[in-house]
């Protein structure tokens, strides 16, 4: 079972502050993903990363960027929030691409 | 395209009654996986159990089951004698796999509720 930390668990920020949710893992896994979720509880794909130096878009298109320097490490970046980023952003990891184990989640709400 | 349809958007239920939560799947893919995953109030994703496609032996799990039909794209998920504590959004997914990178794909999920 992986650990995967995400920070912060709440966040509350202006319109056209950017922010960074951190997610990080102590598992070494090579798979991270980051999923948003509305209040309508469906989880959307918005980012995935193969291992260091590999990221692509999901399903669902995002302003949000996301980088991966280092295996454990997996940030995502809004340059410019906005009232409609409010949302819970979810990250994952995964080890051979089966089960993807979550993190707590960070519940974004953009003022 | 891989699709999972979880009917049933709530399920309300009073404490020690059997409950079944229904998952369909759409695939084209001979070899996938199919999961779940319970999200409590607090808000993380917690996996519950994966099957493959060739394996279709129920599971039993203490009070929980899964029972996997592939001749009715089904992976069912009941709670037998359930709890308060089993009060949770429940969501069925379904693997895909995509240039080594496997996606899940959700189901829209089952707000259950175990009323005391």
């Known amino acids: 079972e992986a650990d995967i930390y995400q920070t912060p668990r709440y966040l509350v920020i202006g319109t056209g502050k950017k922010i960074t949710l951190e997610c990080s893992q102590t598992m070494g896994h090579d798979k991270m993903y980051w999923y948003q979720q509305d209040p309508g509880m469906e989880l959307h794909l918005i980012h995935y990363?193969?291992?260091?130096?590999?990221?692509e878009k999901g399903d669902l298109s995002s302003e949000s960027t996301v980088s991966r320097i280092r295996t454990e490490h997996f940030p995502l970046t809004l340059e410019s929030a906005r009232p409609s980023h409010t949302s819970q952003y979810l990250c994952?990891?995964?080890?051979?691409?089966?089960?993807?184990?979550f993190g707590p989640g960070t519940r974004l709400t953009v003022t | 395209a891989q699709k999972v349809t979880q009917a049933q958007t709530e399920i309300s239920v009073v404490e020690k009654e059997d409950v079944t939560l229904d998952c369909v799947y759409e695939?084209?893919?001979?070899?996938?996986?199919l999961f779940w995953y319970k999200q409590p109030p607090s808000g993380e994703l917690v996996f519950l159990i994966r099957r493959n496609s060739f394996d279709e032996q129920n599971e039993i799990s203490g009070r929980y089951s899964w029972n996997f039909q592939k001749s009715t794209s089904s992976f069912n998920f009941t709670i037998t004698a359930s709890q308060v504590v089993d009060s949770a959004v429940y969501f069925c997914a379904l693997s895909e796999t995509q240039a080594g990178a496997q996606k899940l794909v959700f189901g829209q999920g089952t707000r259950l509720t175990i009323n005391p």
């Open positions: 994952a990891s995964s080890e051979f691409g089966y089960e993807q184990y």
């Open positions: 695939t084209r893919d001979t070899t996938y996986y």
């Open positions: 990363s193969y291992g260091v130096n590999s990221t």
